[in-house]
């Protein structure tokens, strides 16, 4: 399951749907409009194994990494996130729910850096893998 941030706009969750990807939203599909931050990973741990994507710096943390969840912060412009998630998605790096996993991925235009379930060191993917 992939799980939109309720900070991303509405018209990046209609362009992934008409790409036929599937997406939820937090305050639409799932959760409640309004939530906190901190009600968003008890949220994640109720659910089958997701991938949450959010524009929200505080997502990226080698602590929040869990077995359960993969948690996407975007580092680029709102208006980006739909082309960004779909690349992302179709990343041979990433292109499975098990290969996300227990990570915490920051995506941005250059690449991607990558914090792991018990890593000792965040590491880096570029965009041609």
């Not at 082309?83 to 235009?109: E, M, P, Q, Y």
Request: net charge positive; aromatic share 10%.
């Amino acid at each position: 399951m992939n799980i939109l941030d309720e900070n991303i706009p509405d018209s990046q969750r209609q362009i992934l749907r008409s790409w036929r990807i599937r997406i939820h939203q937090v305050g639409h599909e799932i959760g409640r409009q309004g939530m906190k931050d901190e009600e968003i990973i008890p949220l994640l741990h109720g659910l089958p194994p997701v991938t949450f994507f959010t524009r929200d710096l505080g997502f990226y943390y080698r602590d929040l990494c869990h077995d359960r969840y993969c948690l996407v912060y975007l580092a680029i412009g709102q208006y980006e996130v739909a082309s960004f998630v779909r690349r992302f998605l179709r990343h041979s790096a990433f292109n499975t729910r098990a290969k996300r996993v227990g990570k915490v991925i920051r995506v941005s235009h250059t690449g991607m850096r990558i914090w792991q379930l018990h890593a000792k060191k965040e590491k880096e993917i570029g965009w041609l893998s």
